[in-house]
């Protein structure tokens, strides 16, 4: 039957400065739309709790091979 061809997406916070902080296991989903929708829910609860105050800030997604898919400004929520 048709199985379905699932991907596994990489949640990089980038800072203003170039710094970065990774992810190392990834979450899985089933295309590109569902991991967008993760990663400005993830944007959302870290803007919510605080403490995220650089104007730089954005959150780049990758796939497996690194390839970068987008990239989400923090200040698309503000």
């Known amino acids: 039957m048709g199985e ?3 991907q596994r997406y990489f949640f990089i916070i ?3 400065d170039g710094r970065e902080h990774g ?3 990834g979450t899985v989903f089933a ?3 569902a991991a967008r929708k993760y990663a400005m829910r993830i944007i959302s ?3 919510d709790g605080g403490g995220c105050d650089d104007p730089g800030l954005s959150m780049i997604v ?3 091979t690194e390839r970068q898919i987008f990239a989400i400004p923090f200040s698309d929520f503000r």
Request: hydrophobic fraction near 30%; glycine fraction near 12%.
């Open 4 to 6: 379905k061809c699932l």
């Open 14 to 16: 980038r800072f203003g």
């Open 23 to 25: 992810d190392d296991d």
């Open 31 to 33: 295309n590109d739309g």
């Open 45 to 47: 609860e870290l803007i």
């Open 62 to 64: 990758k796939d497996a």
